[in-house]
């Protein structure tokens, strides 16, 4: 098997499995997390902003630890950490126990993606390494569109899936350890790097694209279970959307190689913002809340195809470092925004939650690359 095949194959399914099931799972079981341990929306959206702070404060020491350690080992972990939550997610018996193993799964996701960066770099070939990582990072999607099914065939027990997800994740520790390379980074690369113009709107870009996303992640769920009335069955069908609209994300390296950093970033957050309300319409109809998910599954996952290009060509010496700026000042607004959407929903109501997250995703749009060519 090629390098490329079996770093793209582990790749993909260690970020379907950390980013889909450990980190953005949860958002699909809200509905019955609540109803069980009686969470509400304010501490709904604080949960929610642990896991992505729970994935910033390891991604920040990803890029490090990579450099250090290697891909094989930082990867191991990664799956590790995932298996370690989900069972304490599946075993919670209480709000707090609950927030404590959520935080862990969503660490787990922030170990995921710069080892993947770093084995690309150091054993796919130049010329296959953008369309390696953007196929890696459609991973996210396949993770969403399998947990649906999942929770359909177990009926909506989030405990039962949740342990499931766990086992899995046990499985491809194992994996990684055996298929991936031992690469670091290099040794004279360390420290913070400078914050060079296109580093510096890739960060603005990213914070914005993570806030106006947890209107989705965190509460897609809520948003169909009060506008149209669903149970479980219908939101682990709109996961399933999103998931497999996310599919089409693996295509990014070669959009953008196309039309330009530039001109599918601001597409596609404009595709967020259009689905954001769609979703969250309150005359939403069934088939444009499923229409609005698939749509967004595709363009967030190919914002993230963009956002890893975009940091990758920022710091071409450093490909881990590159990547964790980016998926960092993400995360880092999710978690802002995941607290914000719910303290929103519970004043001044779930439309001016809805339209202001839009507009979050539209500014975020506007912001300019910082490349002189805007080409990959």
């Known amino acids: 098997m090629s390098p490329s095949l079996r770093i793209g194959t ?4 260690l970020i379907a499995l950390c980013y889909g099931f450990a980190r953005f799972a949860f958002g699909l079981f809200l509905p019955q997390i609540d109803a069980e341990l009686n969470l509400g929306p ?10 992505f702070a729970g994935y910033c404060i390891a991604i920040i020491a990803a890029a490090a630890l990579t450099e250090r350690f290697g891909a094989r080992t930082v990867a191991f972990a990664a799956a590790t950490l995932a ?15 609950l927030a404590f193993a959520v935080i862990v799964a969503g660490s787990s996701t922030g170990l995921a993606s710069p080892p993947m960066a770093a084995a690309v770099a150091a054993a796919v070939r ?3 390494q953008n369309a390696t990582n953007t196929i890696i990072n459609a991973g996210t999607s396949a993770g969403v569109a399998l947990s649906g099914p999942i929770a359909l065939a177990v009926n909506g027990q989030w405990r039962v899936t949740f342990a499931v997800f766990a086992g899995m994740a046990v499985i491809l520790a194992i994996g990684a350890a055996r298929a991936l390379p031992s690469s670091r980074g290099s040794h004279s690369s360390v420290g913070l790097p400078p914050i060079t113009r296109p580093l510096g709107f890739l960060i603005i870009a990213t914070f914005l694209t993570g806030m106006a996303s947890t209107a989705i992640w965190s509460f897609g769920g809520q948003l169909v279970s009060q506008i149209l009335g669903w149970g479980p069955t219908g939101t682990a069908i ?27 970033h601001l597409l596609f957050c404009g595709v967020v913002a259009a689905t954001i309300l769609a979703v969250g319409s309150g ?11 698939a749509l967004f599954g595709a363009a967030y996952v190919m914002l993230t195809g963009v956002y890893l290009i975009w940091g990758v060509r920022a710091l071409p010496d450093r490909p881990a470092t590159g990547l964790t700026i ?22 001044p109501g779930m439309g001016t939650a809805i339209l202001t997250f839009a507009v979050l995703a539209l500014l975020a749009g506007v912001v300019r690359t910082g490349f002189g060519h805007d080409r990959a």
């Open 42 to 51: 304010s501490l709904s959206g604080m949960i929610s902003g642990g896991s």
């Open 126 to 128: 130049a010329d296959r």
């Open 326 to 347: 980016g998926f960092l000042t993400l995360a880092i607004g999710q978690t802002v925004g995941a607290p914000i959407f719910g303290l929103l929903m519970s004043g």
């Open 238 to 264: 709109l996961w399933s959307c999103i998931g497999a609209g996310g599919i089409l994300g693996a295509w990014a390296g070669s959009l953008v190689s196309c039309f330009g950093l530039q001109r599918i």
């Open 10 to 13: 582990i790749g993909f399914c």
């Open 283 to 293: 005359v939403a109809i069934a088939g444009l809340v499923l229409a609005g998910g």
């Open 83 to 97: 298996a370690i939550g989900m069972a304490g997610i599946a075993l919670a018996p209480s709000p707090a126990i």
